[in-house]
């Protein structure tokens, strides 16, 4: 039996995506079939209803360079975008009353500062041009504590990938930690998360490719708690309205949060960041519009690595054409950038024409099927 047949450990298998995922198949052949697996896929998300609540925390705001964000399309003087990294907090009730508890990006923001690149980064930036560079806004736990939330109630941990991040305090690691302080081994922090990740993205930490090596961490990831650890293959519904959609690119094992809220259809991930990079015709940003005509580009990924930017490419236009647009500006679709282009005046040429910030949603209303 292949791996693509064994039923998930957690969720039900979306099968309306699986085309997209035939081994073997060249670029150009996945990006035909997208259409048709969102079509068939979208009424089936929305019949699953809706999740109890989601919500939207800012945790950092940082530099990043603007060759990665926008790639070749931006004509902006200035080297750095800021982005601006953000947690949704998602809840919903099983049918036998059990209610759970998904954070999606929940970066522990202190330790990704080690990550390669940042610690490169952070060395050859004076302290004072940092200070003015980077925003931190509260973190992770203390969002939770003003959201009334106990880390015992989360069930899930959710990223789009694992660049940059470092879980060892959220899931507890089986061995004594020494460059944390911990003489003895971690206790987890989210004592009953369960870390959902695609295997593909497990199994690249241990062959990182040079492409990759400045974004990952590896060796924080050695000794976690192997049972705090879902690897899962693919495109798996959650709960109702909470999808987890395999989009391959940025790395091999990145993945969306897909949401049915009821201002319709979200994506969440980092394979752009800003809406505007899925809809370029509308973008005001120096470079963007014109660039993406010439070359004849339907979306502008977020290409901090490249070796497999056809296939992000089209992890782009499958999460444009899973959701909804946006009711404020119809222009714009619910593509909601989990490290969003934020508007600084440190960085001329770069202001987003339009930014989402957040999604909210109260609901729960169960699905018609
Ligand atoms: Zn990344």
Redesign the pocket.
């Known amino acids: 039996m292949s791996a693509a047949k064994v039923a998930p450990e957690v969720g039900t298998r979306i099968e309306w995506l699986a085309p997209l995922h035939e081994w073997g198949l060249d670029p150009g052949a996945v990006l035909d079939r997208i259409p048709s697996c969102a079509t068939d896929f979208r009424p089936e998300l929305r019949a699953s209803g809706t999740p109890d609540s989601v919500d939207t925390y800012d945790l950092i705001t940082l530099p990043y360079p603007t060759r990665f964000g926008l790639w070749r399309a931006s004509m902006a003087p200035a080297p750095f975008v800021s982005i601006t990294n953000r947690m949704l907090v998602v809840r919903w009730t099983e049918l036998d009353g059990r209610r759970r508890t998904l954070l999606f990006e929940p970066s522990d923001v202190e330790l990704g500062t080690n990550t390669p690149y940042f610690a490169a980064l952070t060395k050859r930036t004076p302290s004072r041009l940092a200070d003015l560079l980077i925003q931190r806004h509260d973190d992770v736990l203390t969002h939770l504590r003003s959201a009334g939330i106990d880390p015992a109630e989360v069930d899930y941990l959710v990223f789009d ?1 694992l ?1 940059t991040q470092d879980v060892r305090r959220w899931l507890g690691t089986t061995t004594p930690q020494p460059d944390l302080g911990a003489p003895v081994p971690l206790e987890p922090i989210f004592p009953n998360a369960r870390l959902l990740v695609q295997r593909s993205e497990l199994i690249a930490l241990d062959h990182l490719h040079p492409q990759q090596r400045p ?1 990952y961490q590896p060796d924080t990831y050695r000794d976690l708690r192997t049972e705090a650890i879902v690897p899962i293959d693919g495109d798996i519904l959650l709960g109702p309205g909470v999808a987890i959609v395999a989009t391959p690119g ?2 091999t094992g990145n993945q969306t949060l897909v949401l049915n809220t009821s201002s319709g259809i979200w994506a969440s991930s ?1 394979n752009a960041i800003a809406a505007e990079c899925l809809v370029p015709r509308y973008s005001k940003l120096p470079g963007v519009r014109r660039w993406s005509e010439q070359w004849q580009q339907g979306v502008v990924v977020n290409a ?1 690595t490249v070796e497999t930017i056809a296939a992000q490419y089209n992890s782009l236009i499958l999460e444009r054409s899973i959701v909804d647009v946006c009711e404020r500006d119809s222009r714009f679709p619910q593509f909601f950038p989990s490290s969003e282009l934020t508007r600084r005046w440190t960085n001329p040429g770069t202001a987003p024409t339009f930014t989402h910030q957040r999604i909210t949603h109260r609901g729960g209303a169960k699905g018609s099927a």
Do not use: I, P, V
């Open positions: 990938h660049h974004w940025h790395t980092e901090n």
